[in-house]
């Protein structure tokens, strides 16, 4: 188990992100994104992880989890470089 650490913590945070991301950007289907979490929550250990995250509509088998939240490490870097770039010219 310890050597595949990284992996699922890596894999971890991916899922996080794609059933958190929907519900913290609102809109129509925050609704559904809650009661879908709330679902994946309420099922415990009642099946194999992999399969609750398909019933709650995250797929890490597909390519569309890992690229949505590169994407916003990628936002996040930026938003650091902007940072650091607007504090060396104050100091």
Do not use: Q
């Not at 194999?48 to 569309?64: I, P």
């Amino acid at each position: 188990y310890r050597d595949f650490y990284v992996m699922n913590y890596a894999t971890s945070l991916t899922a996080a992100y794609a059933l958190v991301e929907p519900i913290v950007c609102g809109g129509v289907s925050s609704r559904k994104a809650v009661d879908k979490f709330t679902g994946l929550l309420k099922s415990g250990g009642s099946d194999a992880a992999h399969t609750l995250l398909c019933e709650a509509g995250v797929d890490l088998c597909s390519n569309a989890p890992y690229r949505a939240i590169l994407k916003r490490y990628g936002e996040i870097f930026d938003e650091l470089e902007a940072a650091f770039a607007a504090s060396e010219t104050v100091s």
